[in-house]
Structure formats: C-alpha cells, structure tokens
C-alpha cells in the first residue's frame, strides 16, 4: 500500500497510547515543513487503513490538531496546514552561528545574490538571447555524442579536459583572438569562475599575495581570490582601462578585463597593455586576463589580447562560452604559461578531476564543425543594431542627464551621469523604468566612485530599448529634473 505521508509514522504496539503517538508526529511533521502550509491531509479512512488503526483515532488526532492551530477545517474538504508565525526550519532553531567557519567564509560579499524577477525583455547584464540560438544543432550534436557514449566503455576524463576539446578551442581562440596555443596549453573549467578559483588556489599564500582589481569590477573574480586568502588592492579605472601607474610594486597577481571591462564597458588601450606587461615582467608579477565579452567587437580592428602582446609568459588567459553560447553549459577555460600548466591541472585534479565528458564531445563537435563561429557572425548584427539603438537613446533621449562611456565590444553599456552630484537622486527613477539595468556602485569594493549605469542588450530588442529610455525620460521629466 502507497504511504499516506511522505515520511513513516511509527506508532507503539497495542492499543494504548496510539493517539497521543499519531498526534505527536502529525505535529512535528507540520512545525519542521515536513508538511507544508496549504497541504491537505490524507483521507482519515485511508490514514486508518494504512496505519492499520481505528478511524476514531485519526479522526481524534485531527480535532486535536484543529483546536490547537495546526489545521484548519472547512465543510466540504479535508483538514489543510495553516501557516503561521511559529513555523520554523531547522536551520533557524539551530542558529546563525558562523564561528565554526574559515574566516574567509563569513565576508558578506561572497554570499550570492538573490535571484531578481526580471520581464523577458530586459537590460541584465551578462545574457545572450537564447531565440537566435541553433537549438536543432545543439540536440542534433548532443544525440550523437550520447550515442556514442553508450558504445564506450564508463571512464574518467582527463582533468585537463578531453583532447577533442582543447584542441577545438586552441584552434578557435588562435582565429578569433589572435592568442597562440596549442591544446597542450588549455585547461577546461566549469566556466571562468573555476577558471579564477583554480588560479587562486595555485598562485595566492593566504593572508600575503597581494592581488591588484579593478575597481568597480567582476564581483565573481574578486570572490575567489578572497576565498583563497588574497589581499585585495582595488585600483581604479577609467576610459583606458585599469589604472596602471597606480599598481604598488609589491603586487604579485594582476586582475583585468581588457577586452570590455565590467562593468564600465571601457577597453584597454594599447599604450596601457604595453605598461602593465612592462610592470608584471619588470616586478615579477601574473596577469589574469579575462577576456570577458571578448567575442562581440563592433568597432574597428580588435585590439590584441595581452596573451598575444605577452613575450614572458606572464599571462592567464580565461574564456568562457556563457556569452557566445549560453550560460547553463557552463564551460569555460585557461589558457596556462607552460610554467604553470601542470600546477594547474594538479590543483584542478584535487578540487573537481574533470568536467563532463558528454558536454565536452558536443561542444568539441560544435566548434571542430564551425557552428560556434557562424552563430558569433550570426549575432553580431542583432546586437549591433541594439547596441545602436542604445546609443541613440542614450544621446537623443537621455543625453540631459547621461554620457555614454566609449566601448566597442561586449553585451552592455555604460553611461556617466553629466552631473554625478545628481546620481542619488536620478538613480532610483533610471533603474525603476529598466529593468535589469545596474549601478556600477554595486561593483565596487570600496563607497565614493562615480557611480554609472549600465545597460544590457543581450535579450532586449532595439524597439523595446527605444521605449524604454522613453519612459525613462518621461519619469525624470515628472520629477522636474533638469
């Protein structure tokens, strides 16, 4: 016989006591969550039945329960769990006692951030639309390689990552970023966030290695060097990217998003790629480079990646196919100095011996077969004509109060405010009629910047941003802003 509630009731043998037994656990089940508020209790014929019980004495245990709170009875349906003030997990009654963890485990700043709820069309950061995206491909790749599996015998991959896999992505990033590799130099990760945190593991003595950030930055990269036990060094930023001549000559790990810095949008210059090469070789210091948003350019000629300006094997260089492909995959990987490689693929060996193989095979078979490359053509001019059309709004629509800053790669923009006295008050009302967009003071480590706001294009149409930096613009109209 199927059980009556979704745990066992052990009841005492004979008749004496089963009542004051039933109601006991009935109540326990409803104060743990055990059965959840709303839910509906079984039948008391079928409760007596599989308990093996009279039906008086369920009936009994039910009233009981009723009185006390616990249920609540209508005519017509069965008894249902109220909620009430005194539910609680337990968690709760255990506590919120964090002394027994690493003190790198109790920093506010690395717990995540709860999930907003955002309208499909939005201005979030870091999405890519998954409308344009070759499903039937993808499928079609994935039924192959499972097939395929099934006529194999059950192994373990290599930490380092499948060689069809490495291989793949040596090949693509050599065409699309200029970086020279072979596969022997490619680690697979389960994205760039292990990408950072194996990084870290390898290169940070806690409580030493000083770590140079950019500053608003990626909070997730900030994340894993704290977890490892770096000292942080936030440094500005600014139209050209990191602040160079601001690097103390005790920092030992350089962190930076040349390509399209988060959240400012900004790109590197040439001028400041060549001087924080020139430090990190003349102080013995790494550069973690991540190319983040690498794959999207929307402007002239792409300016090297500082792996390829790299002569000294200086540079980490992490990618992803969040953005390129889509988020949930994730994979991501580190292109290694030959010095590193093997560390690094030891420390990969200890924390996770190796990412899936089944999703390796089909996106080895997707980039081998050119579809991640003709999906990376595909898209660029959908979101450059949403990029375009952010632009324009920005400048016609909003161009009172905001200043685009200058990017030409990537899935979002940022923009200045032209009085940034102004920002308190104007950002409220921008953020409320963009959903999705951000303050790049949600970026920073430390109060005081100059605040911006950035706009994401990934899953927005060009028309539904137009509408929106109307309604923008019409709000801060009410409010009699100048």
């Known amino acids: 016989m199927e059980p009556v509630f979704p745990f066992p009731v052990l009841l005492p043998r004979g008749s004496g006591g089963l009542t004051h037994a039933l109601h006991l656990q009935l109540r326990a089940a409803i104060l743990d969550g055990r059965l959840p508020p709303h839910a509906a209790l079984p039948a008391t014929r079928k409760v007596a039945e599989a308990l093996g019980v009279a039906r008086n004495t369920v009936v009994t245990v039910y009233d009981l329960l009723v009185a006390e709170g616990y249920l609540v009875?209508?005519?017509g349906t069965r008894p249902q769990v109220v909620e009430f003030a005194r539910r609680r997990s337990k968690s709760a009654r255990v506590g919120t006692d964090d002394s027994r963890?690493?003190?790198a485990w109790r920093a506010p700043f690395l717990q995540p951030s709860s999930v907003r709820a955002l309208p499909e069309r939005n201005f979030r950061l870091g999405i890519p639309d998954h409308r344009h995206f070759p499903h039937d491909v993808w499928r079609r790749l994935t039924a192959q390689t499972l097939r395929k599996s099934a006529r194999e015998p059950f192994a373990y991959a290599p930490s380092q990552g499948i060689p069809a896999l490495r291989e793949a992505i040596a090949q693509h990033i050599a065409f699309a970023r200029a970086v020279a590799c072979s596969a022997d130099d490619v680690v697979v990760t389960s994205g760039a966030q292990q990408a950072f945190d194996l990084i870290a593991r390898l290169l940070v003595t806690p409580g030493q290695?000083?770590?140079?950030?950019?500053?608003?930055g990626y909070p997730p990269l900030r994340a894993a060097f704290a977890a490892a036990g770096a000292r942080l060094l936030p440094l500005p930023v600014d139209d050209e990217g990191l602040c160079v001549e601001r690097l103390p000559e005790d920092v030992r790990i350089i962190s930076v998003t040349p390509s399209?810095?988060?959240?400012?949008?900004?790109a590197m210059s040439l001028r400041r790629r060549a001087a924080l090469l020139d430090?990190?070789?003349?102080?013995r210091a790494v550069i973690v480079e991540d190319d983040y948003d690498g794959e999207f350019r929307f402007g002239g000629r792409p300016l090297d990646a500082l792996q390829t300006l790299d002569g000294d094997a200086l540079v980490f260089y992490v990618g992803t196919f969040s953005k390129s492909m889509f988020p949930s995959l994730r994979k991501g990987f580190v292109v290694a100095p030959a010095w590193a490689h093997g560390g690094l693929v030891t420390v990969k060996h200890c924390v996770d011996s190796h990412c899936d193989s089944l999703t390796q095979s089909a996106l080895a078979a997707f980039i081998r077969d050119g579809h991640l490359a003709r999906h990376v053509r595909h898209m660029r001019p959908i979101y450059a004509e949403r990029r375009a059309a952010l632009l324009d709004g920005l400048q016609r629509v909003l161009g009172r109060w905001l200043q685009p800053i200058p990017s030409e790669a990537g899935l979002h923009l940022a923009a200045r405010f032209r009085d940034p006295a102004r920002a308190a008050r104007l950002m409220p009302t921008i953020l409320r009629h963009a959903a999705g967009a951000e303050s790049t003071a949600d970026y920073a480590m430390t109060r005081g910047i100059e605040p911006a706001v950035t706009f994401g294009y990934g899953v927005i149409d060009a028309g539904d941003i137009t509408a929106a930096l109307q309604s923008i613009r019409r709000a801060l109209e009410r409010g009699r802003e100048p």
């Open 209 to 216: 290695t000083k770590v140079a950030v950019e500053e608003p």
């Open 279 to 283: 430090f990190a070789r003349r102080h």
């Open 101 to 103: 963890f690493a003190p």
């Open 73 to 75: 009875a209508r005519k």
């Open 260 to 266: 399209h810095q988060s959240p400012t949008g900004a």
